[in-house]
């Protein structure tokens, strides 16, 4: 079983558009995040939620919105998407205190 | 401001070298430093993780060497493999109050066979 799937695994769309990434752990991990991986492989939080309350939000532009449904789940939809979002997009869940991050296969985003 | 700092960029070895791959911190807040190994077209993966209070930590072919004084810490890969090329993020957090891993920019290493 996927510990930490996230769907779809690439995403092509046009600038303008709206599009959703979504994100289901099967870890029973009480936090999540989002982190944007750029075109030089820089890893960086953009969001995280614990039990469904955001808890950090790194001025990231508020095209972006997550929405944590439940514990086990976390989605990414952004609007009027920019060339400068195409990246890779990955989902995380971590235990209690944070120290250990399970990361999911990622989301190609390219914006043409 | 990076708070992670992580060198060489790239680092290319032959079968059985040792890489030696470098991070420095700056915040001594910091509590927890893992490494993450990252092979193309998959999410970063937990490889070894060390506390400040510990000098060294060795899990199989991977070791980390911690200088707390220094605020340096440093992965070693024994007797690589081909099969160990991968990019290599370090990071660290502060564990338990902060849920935010901060990493270093990725060292993408080669091991030739």
């Known amino acids: 079983d996927t510990a930490v799937s996230q769907t779809p695994k690439y995403l092509v769309t046009q600038m303008g558009n709206d599009k959703s990434i979504k994100c289901e752990q099967n870890?029973?991990?009480?936090?999540m995040y989002w982190y944007k991986q750029d075109s030089k492989k820089f890893l960086k939080i953009m969001f995280s939620y614990n039990n469904k309350e955001l808890i950090i939000n790194e001025t990231v532009p508020n095209r972006f919105s997550p929405k944590s449904p439940d514990k086990a789940h976390l989605n990414l939809h952004i609007n009027s998407l920019e060339l400068g979002d195409s990246a890779v997009y990955f989902c995380?869940?971590?235990?209690?205190?944070?120290?250990?991050?399970?990361f999911g296969q990622g989301t190609r985003l390219t914006v043409v | 401001q990076q708070q992670v700092k992580q060198s060489p960029q790239s680092l290319i070895v032959q079968k059985g070298g040792i890489p030696i791959i470098n991070c420095a911190y700056e915040n001594t807040a910091f509590d927890y430093f893992p490494w993450y190994q990252q092979f193309p077209g998959k999410g970063p993966a937990l490889l070894i993780a060390?506390?400040?209070?510990?000098s060294e930590k060795k899990e199989g072919r991977f070791t980390i060497s911690f200088n707390k004084s220094a605020k340096q810490f440093s992965l070693h890969i024994m007797d690589s493999q081909p099969g160990d090329s991968a990019t290599y993020f370090c990071a660290a957090i502060i564990g338990g109050s902060n849920y935010k891993l901060t990493f270093g920019k990725g060292t993408l290493l080669t091991v030739n066979p």
């Open positions: 870890l029973g991990h009480d936090t």
């Open positions: 995380a869940s971590s235990g209690e205190g944070g120290t250990e991050a399970f």
């Open positions: 060390i506390r400040p209070d510990v």
